[in-house]
């Protein structure tokens, strides 16, 4: 399986930051990889796709790169609203995987 | 609007069986892979099932193999998920999730597997 590996695991910002989220593929993925928001006590949320494309009604503040092994997520202007955790998520090879999460709390 | 709904959920015992059920609305059922993806603080996001289209091709993690069975029906567009011999490493909050072109683009609100005596 591949293993998908998400840093920080935990990290707090500031209102208006510019946050970076970075996620690590065992091996290349292409650009078969999502991100996914997630409040407490709700389902995960899609963001983003194919590395860098934004799922229909997500702003535009979300951004995502890379390809192969290595993709990051971007939060520009963070918003209070925000906060949560976030998986990325490989679709390259079945089975399809997840990483451990990266929970951000704003300061 | 898609829309995903799970129900069937609960508390059940060791060794005991549980069937889930997806509602689904807004696409048309039939063209898409529905998925079975479950989560716990401990292992985090797990694929757990797949079932195509059609309903002709099922697939499942190894971890579910020979416990759990995915079927469909595409005339009451559900899906449904029957868990056998289950054990405390299958509690978790279940997800119905459908899939367009290898990506989960929706999620329903979650089904919880409590396997306790």
């Known amino acids: 399986d591949i293993q998908m590996t998400q840093s920080p695991s935990s990290m707090s910002a500031s209102v208006g930051d510019r946050v970076t989220i970075t996620c690590r593929a065992s091996q290349g993925i292409s650009n078969n990889l999502a991100w996914l928001q997630q409040k407490p006590g709700k389902a995960p949320k899609p963001l983003i796709y194919?590395?860098?494309s934004l799922q229909s009604g997500v702003p535009s503040k979300f951004s995502g790169s890379g390809s192969g092994t290595d993709f990051t997520l971007t939060i520009s202007s963070l918003q209070p609203e925000d906060f949560g955790t976030y998986y990325c998520?490989?679709?390259?090879?079945?089975?399809?995987?997840f990483g451990q999460g990266t929970k951000l709390e704003i300061k | 609007e898609v829309q995903l709904v799970e129900s069937g959920g609960g508390l059940v015992q060791p060794g005991g069986s549980l069937r889930l059920s997806c509602a689904a609305s807004g696409f048309t059922f039939s063209s898409y892979v529905i998925n079975w993806v479950r989560q716990t603080p401990e292992r985090g996001l797990e694929w757990v099932s797949a079932?195509?289209?059609?309903?002709?091709?099922?697939y499942y993690a190894d971890s579910v193999k020979g416990r759990f069975s995915v079927s469909r029906d595409n005339s009451k567009n559900t899906v449904d998920l029957q868990m056998n011999n289950l054990g405390a490493d299958d509690t978790a909050i279940y997800y119905c999730?459908?899939?367009?072109?290898?990506?989960?683009?929706?999620w329903g609100q979650g089904t919880q597997v409590t396997v306790s005596s």
């Open positions: 998520q490989q679709y390259s090879s079945s089975p399809y995987t």
């Open positions: 194919g590395a860098s």
């Open positions: 079932i195509t289209g059609g309903g002709g091709k099922t």
């Open positions: 999730v459908r899939i367009r072109s290898s990506f989960y683009d929706y």
